[in-house]
């Protein structure tokens, strides 16, 4: 516990403390005090509420209004965290939940939690002993035997994903784990969901929507 002294997300990620020189967290290790295991969070920064002051009604866009209609003076706009109860905020949460809910495979990292907290969203996956496709690619370059093995394995996770429906729109050599014991992951689907259903996107296939509604 005592390598987990940092912020604790969710009241139950406690998260270690970060470089001096590190401000923004993207992807890091977590110790979750409920289940007493390590853990792998990632953050999905969401993009802040620009509410204008516009006092001139006339020639607004569809959905905006404004302050003073007596008044034709414009004042600066005001910038704040997005609140977890705003609906691009639930739709990108529900998107990702959707994403954890395809069933454990040994080729898919699993995904535990997603919450919406501190104008960022979090994706709480397990730890999983490996390393990144490009960290592994900028230290030296893969035989084509190997390529091809890594490259096997990521077409049967992507045929699972295809199975349940799901398009996998987030593969890039980070996204592809390669294990200690030499077998390959793909992870980041319930991220690059959330991504896109901040971007006004529904990523979340028909069917997985209906049994997520019925469960």
Known sequence: MDDYAGRVLAGRYRLPLPPSDEYELTETRAFDTYSGQEVLVRQVP?????????????GLPDGFTARDPDSARRTPGRRGARRPTEPAVRRAVEAAQAAARIPDHPRLDQVFDVFAEGGSLWVVSEMVAARSLASLLVEKPLTPYRAAEVASDVLMALRVLHAHGWVH?????????VCDDGRVMLTGL???????ALCGYDPVPAEAGEWGSGS
């Open 169 to 177: 729109r987030n593969i890039t050599a980070r996204t592809v784990l």
């Open 46 to 58: 969401l993009p802040e509420v620009v509410e204008a002051e516009v006092l001139d009604a006339e």
């Open 190 to 196: 319930a991220v690059g969901a959330a991504e896109e």
